[in-house]
T-cell receptor, first 108, second 111 residues
Framework: KNEVEQSPQNLTAQEGEFITINCSYS?????LHWLQQHPGGGIVSLFM???GKKKHGRLIATINIQEKHSSLHITASHPRDSAVYIC??????????FGTGTSLTVIP | DTGVSQNPRHKITKRGQNVTFRCDPI?????LYWYRQTLGQGPEFLTY????????KSRLLSDRFSAERPKGSFSTLEIQRTEQGDSAMYLC?????????FGPGTRLLVL
């Protein structure tokens, strides 16, 4: 079993739809990250969470520490949001555990 | 550009050859991480430096792999006697477990 599990693995949405990507982790964490990776591109950090909720533009990330669960929401999705979204847990032992990613395609 | 840089961006090599990748972290970051990412998977931790000290190595890092950070600034990752299974994206990041900044990666193809 992976330390970080993401769902769904693949997601196709129509432009304008509300999107949710889920992440569950089994390790103790100091921080939970949501990352974005475009095809052939590098990784961009979207959010770093240790509690509660963060919002940046159309992106919202939440975390429930007790349930060891985080969600990434995209409101009013757009084709340029198409990318792989990766959840990563940073623990106090200086290791980083990554989920396998959710491949999102937003159709115009 | 003050972000993390990696060179080369792409490398094609024949099986059995040695390859070396370089990572230049953000200058004020004393922590540097190497990851490997294969197609359709999330990145996997390989190793981590604090300044010039290599503090942690994954069991994924076989004896064909070696990483150095001689002056606590840039780092190199060398793979000796490459195998086709080494084909992957090799990512470098600097920062901390709270905030990591990723480089663009070096894509390795072993023929």
């Amino acid at each position: 079993k992976n330390e970080v599990e993401q769902s769904p693995q693949n997601l196709t949405a129509q432009e304008g739809e509300f999107i949710t990507i889920n992440c569950s982790y089994s390790v103790g964490i100091s921080a939970l990250h949501w990352l974005q990776q475009h095809p052939g591109g590098g990784i961009v950090s979207l959010f770093m969470l240790s509690s509660g909720k963060k919002k940046h533009g159309r992106l919202i990330a939440t975390i429930n520490i007790q349930e060891k669960h985080s969600s990434l929401h995209i409101t009013a999705s757009h084709p340029r949001d198409s990318a792989v979204y990766i959840c990563a847990a940073g623990n106090t032992g200086n290791q980083f555990y990554f989920g396998t990613g959710t491949s999102l395609t937003v159709i115009p | 550009d003050t972000g993390v840089s990696q060179n080369p961006r792409h490398k094609i090599t024949k099986r059995g050859q040695n390859v070396t990748f370089r990572c230049d972290p953000i200058s004020e970051h004393n922590r540097l991480y190497w990851y490997r990412q294969t197609l359709g998977q999330g990145p996997e931790f390989l190793t981590y430096f604090q300044n010039e000290a290599q503090l942690e190595k994954s069991r994924l890092l076989s004896d064909r792999f070696s990483a150095e950070r001689p002056k606590g600034s840039f780092s190199t990752l060398e793979i000796q006697r490459t195998e086709q299974g080494d084909s992957a994206m090799y990512l470098c990041a600097s920062g901390s477990t709270e905030t990591q900044y990723f480089g663009p990666g070096t894509r390795l193809l072993v023929l």
